[in-house]
């Protein structure tokens, strides 16, 4: 997806390495899941909302695929959207999620992934607040966040550890 109202958040070539994890480093990766991470990551669930670890988080930071350690979002573009799931504005780099159309539930929505592990984050939707109009709407449990200045996961071992 290129989305222009994303062209003036953070729509740029990416500093990471965006090669997927081979089959038998995403065992490994999936393998240091709690049952709930991997429902939601691997097989695209949803956690229950206003439950999420991060729905109340306001640090300053990132917040990075709990599965590969890819940087998300940052804590800037976090808002309080009502509905009960940690939502962003913008996401970290537009290259570092994948668009893919969900009609699950007599719906048509637009599912978020990691570009690099393939791992189900949330979904955006077009009534977020300015200045990109969307609400990236994310599974806390599909996340880990990194506090300003802090180095981020690596678990790839591709030193990709500062944001």
């Known amino acids: ?19 997927p994890p081979s089959p038998e480093q ?23 909302p206003f439950c999420g670890a991060f729905l109340d988080e ?6 990075a695929c709990r599965l590969c350690g890819l940087p ?8 309080d959207s009502g509905t009960g799931w940690p939502s962003f504005t913008a996401p970290y780099d537009e290259t ?3 668009f893919v159309q969900d009609t699950s539930y007599g719906m ?17 939707f077009d009534d977020g607040p300015p200045p990109t109009g969307l609400r990236f ?10 506090p300003e200045g802090e180095r981020l996961p690596d678990p790839l071992g591709r030193g990709e550890e500062f944001a």
Do not use: W, Y
Request: contains cysteine.
């Open 108 to 124: 048509v929505r637009t599912e978020i992934r990691c570009a690099r592990c393939d791992g189900h984050q949330g979904h955006v």
């Open 1 to 19: 997806m290129t989305d222009p109202r994303l062209e003036s958040a953070h729509a740029h070539t990416s500093d990471f390495d965006l090669t």
């Open 26 to 48: 995403l065992q490994a990766l999936a393998a240091k899941l709690d049952p709930e991470a991997r429902r939601v990551l691997l097989h695209h669930g949803t956690e229950a």
């Open 58 to 63: 306001k640090r300053k930071g990132v917040f």
């Open 72 to 79: 998300l979002f940052r804590g800037g573009e976090k808002f």
């Open 137 to 146: 709407c994310i599974n806390s449990v599909s996340l880990d966040f990194v």
């Open 96 to 98: 570092h999620l994948k």
